[in-house]
Each structure stands twice: as structure tokens, then as C-alpha cells.
């Protein structure tokens, strides 16, 4: 019941229509799964990442037709309008450097939370190799607030923006939207 009241509170503050949330979450299962289905182990470790259907594939391929293969099978799976397809063609990361890659996340998100400027829930981050990945339906202010806070987390190499940007009429119609009907 818990699990189910925190879920709901976050379909309420999250940008994405409650149908987008779902088709997210689907489309990085079927994606995961295709994945694994159709490439040998061994030859990629892939981190599908959906927000409002967008796609973004990080980790390793073992090759440049490998990378090309994985961003093709993903852009099949349904409901998915885009790819961004940032697997890197190289070996997989050592623990070391996934433990630092979890700990710049958590020391975003953390920071993010505390800017009160703008709402952390309006963000999704990923970590790979000390590449920030920042997705989100946020304003160009937003945008570039939290750019700048992700640039001056320590360990942070590369920050890559993979924004829908909203204009700050439409936000406020999607907060209009979310708010409770009394």
C-alpha cells in the first residue's frame, strides 16, 4: 500500500502523462530484452533509459556494428520515437569506475534536489565512464541550471543534454494539469 501511495504521488509530479510513464517502462523492458535476445553475451552491456519515449542507450559495444545493430533493434520496439544511441565502442568499465559513475548520480540528484530554482522530479540522470546523462521535459532555464550543476560535480567529465524542451507556458499548462481538483 505504501509502494503503491509513493508511486502514485510520483505520477502526479512527474512531466510525462501517466500513459508516457508506462510506455516508458515498457519500452525499457521489451528494449532490454531484445537486446539480450538478439546479441551474443559478452559483446555489449547496453543501460536502456526512456523518458516520454526517447531513448537512450549507454554502456559498451564490443564493436561499431554491434553499437548500429543494438540502436536498430531498439528503434523497433513499439511506441519509441527516438534513439540516442551513446554506447561507447570500447571494454566494459571496471567496478572502480561504476562505483564513481553511481556515486556522481547520487551526488546529482542530490544537488538537484537542493536547488530550489527547479524541480529535481522533472529530471532523469544516467552516469557512464563520467559522461552525465540529463534527460527531462524542462524549460530552457531548467535546462541549463541543471547543466550547470551537473558540470560542477566532481568527477563529472562531459555532461550530454537529452532535453525536451518545454516552453514556460507549457509547463505551467502541465502543472495546471497536475494539480488536484478540489
Avoid at 20 to 49: F, H, P
Avoid at 65 to 73: D, E, L, N, W
Avoid at 129 to 150: F, N, S
Wanted: avoid cysteine.
Amino acid at each position: 500500500m505504501v509502494a503503491g501511495a509513493a508511486t502514485g504521488a510520483l505520477v502526479v509530479v512527474d512531466r510525462r502523462t501517466s500513459g508516457a510513464q508506462l510506455d516508458d517502462q515498457s519500452i525499457e523492458l521489451r528494449a532490454g530484452n531484445r537486446v539480450k535476445e538478439q546479441i551474443a553475451e559478452g559483446r555489449a552491456r547496453v543501460a536502456v533509459t526512456s523518458y516520454n519515449r526517447r531513448v537512450l542507450l549507454t554502456g559498451e559495444a564490443s564493436s561499431d556494428a554491434i553499437k548500429t545493430q543494438i540502436g536498430q533493434i531498439v528503434s523497433q520496439v513499439e511506441n519509441v520515437k527516438e534513439v540516442i544511441n551513446e554506447l561507447g565502442v570500447t571494454s566494459s568499465p571496471s567496478l572502480k569506475e561504476r562505483a564513481t559513475d553511481t556515486l556522481i548520480t547520487g551526488r546529482l540528484k542530490a544537488s538537484l534536489v537542493d536547488a530550489k530554482d527547479i524541480s529535481a522530479s522533472a529530471f532523469k540522470v544516467t552516469t557512464e565512464r563520467g559522461t552525465v546523462y540529463l534527460m527531462g521535459r524542462v524549460t530552457q532555464r531548467e535546462a541549463d541550471r541543471a547543466t550547470d550543476i551537473a558540470r560542477n560535480i566532481s568527477g563529472v567529465a562531459r555532461v550530454v543534454r537529452a532535453f525536451e524542451i518545454v516552453t514556460e507556458a507549457e509547463l505551467a499548462g502541465m502543472q495546471t494539469q497536475a494539480a488536484p481538483a478540489e
